[in-house]
């Protein structure tokens, strides 16, 4: 019977996050059907084969193994700055600061050598070309949407950067989606450092979750941006698949670039980080002091769900917003306003914010279910927010300035689209489970 109402639940979500996608459409007559399937039937497959497939699971984990054996020389590095800070988590317990933002650092700087070696180009052609075959992408955007699994959504458009101008508005949806829908390498060894903690297993665990997200997240965008802006300028499809980006003069100077870039984001990660969590306990407090106390909230709040919720604040507020959402993405019902919050966190500031969330509730020993965890994990996992309309629309807006009025326009349909994929994702992973 669990298995029938999690087939049941998984299926409305689906249905659901589609259907949302097919209101906001720009031209419903236009969708491709036939690639709207396949993109799902990619996504469905992929992720029965990782999570649900013994040889495919193993290999992921190994995959997960070696992420987890490089963020320990990412701790090497860090041990030999900040010493006892590092090692000693006795005394000083697990400092973000010290134990997470180095590992952006470090690799920011393994992926710059990556690509100059010309690794990163191969899987990404790879990728690409499989879903250039599938689902009938032109060439362009097939690169930016396998790029973007693996870079950043500023860094993934320069692969493409001579097509950019060029673009229809449906590839530049699809470009922009497909940054909304994924992270980038950097951060996304910082989430397994951060999510996992010390524990070495814990961190191969949400390795290969992560990993599994992102990549199933790609199909899943490029559904997403098909539906919302569907292909009406079919071009006679540019079949080459060659990448291209300003590559690094030697391998010192790989090094050195993406040492520079890895630094640049992790103070903004770090310094991100510090203002919204003020910003969201200056925003608790004003609720729970004056709107809870005077209103009696508080109390009631805090007897409605069992302690979870200390009174009336914005994470509540958030909760009770998105709560439906998690709901159809599978979440049993008594966590739903603890998911609902974290969801909500992450479309209106930031992923970062909503797993510091995340970890913030476990550690305060109000436990999720391993379902709740998975959706949330996968759901979470993804730069759709506010601030990214703005980061893309100033970082591909640069290198393709008569593209800026097509990006303003589109910016808020890529942010519904990138939420949608990602909570596409969660609702599968949510069956599979």
């Known amino acids: 019977m669990d ?13 659901s996050m589609l259907a949302i996608c097919y209101l906001f459409s720009r031209n419903r007559k236009a969708i491709d059907w036939r690639l709207v399937g396949v993109g799902m039937a990619f996504q469905i497959v992929f992720a029965v084969l990782v999570l649900k497939v013994p040889f495919v699971n193993l290999i992921f984990d190994r ?8 963020l320990g020389f990412a701790g090497a590095g860090a041990e030999f700055l900040f010493g006892g800070l590092v090692t000693n988590m006795d005394s000083f317990g697990y400092i973000f600061a010290f134990q997470v933002l180095p590992t952006i650092v470090f690799f920011s700087a393994l992926t710059s050598v990556m690509y100059y070696v010309g690794l990163l180009q191969l899987i990404v052609k790879g990728l690409a070309w499989a879903l250039s075959k599938s689902m009938g992408l032109s060439g362009p955007e097939s690169l930016a949407a396998a790029a973007n699994v693996f870079l950043g959504q500023t860094e993934a458009p320069l692969v493409v950067k001579p097509y950019l101008e060029n673009m229809t508005r449906s590839e530049i949806m699809c470009l922009m989606t497909g940054g ?15 999510l996992g903690g010390p524990d070495p297993e814990q961190q191969t665990f949400f390795a290969k979750h992560l990993l599994t997200a992102s990549l199933i997240s790609a199909p899943a965008a490029i559904v997403a941006a098909k539906i919302l802006v569907p292909e009406i300028n079919k071009k006679d499809i540019e079949s080459q698949l060659k990448m291209t980006g300003t590559k690094s003069h030697n391998i010192l100077d790989a090094i050195s670039t993406g040492t520079t870039d890895g630094l640049k984001l992790a103070i903004n990660v770090g310094a991100m980080l510090l203002v919204f969590t003020a910003l969201i306990a200056l925003v608790n407090w004003l609720l729970f002091t004056f709107v809870g106390s005077w209103t009696g909230l508080n109390e009631w709040v805090f007897e409605t769900t069992s302690g979870k919720f200390e009174g009336f604040n914005l994470t ?8 439906p959402v998690a709901w159809l993405l599978g979440t049993p019902s008594e966590d739903m306003l603890l998911v609902g919050q974290l969801l909500g966190q992450k479309t209106a500031i930031n992923e970062f914010v909503a797993y510091a969330e995340l970890d913030n509730i476990r550690k305060a020993g109000m436990t999720l279910s391993p379902k709740s965890l998975i959706i949330a994990t996968y759901a979470l996992c993804g730069f759709a927010n506010f601030a990214s309309i703005g980061i893309q629309i ?7 300035p008569g593209q800026r009025k097509t990006l303003t326009e589109l910016g808020l349909l890529a942010l519904l689209g990138g939420t949608i994929a990602s909570f596409l994702t969660a609702a599968i992973a949510g069956v599979l489970v």
């Open 3 to 15: 298995i029938i109402n999690d087939l049941g639940r998984g299926a409305l979500g689906v249905l």
């Open 63 to 70: 995959i997960a193994e070696i992420f987890v054996r490089i």
């Open 180 to 194: 909304m829908a994924t992270i980038a390498g950097g951060v996304f060894a910082a989430y397994i450092g951060y």
């Open 316 to 323: 509540y507020v958030l909760g009770v917003i998105f709560a």
């Open 394 to 400: 100033g970082g591909i807006g640069a290198i393709a």
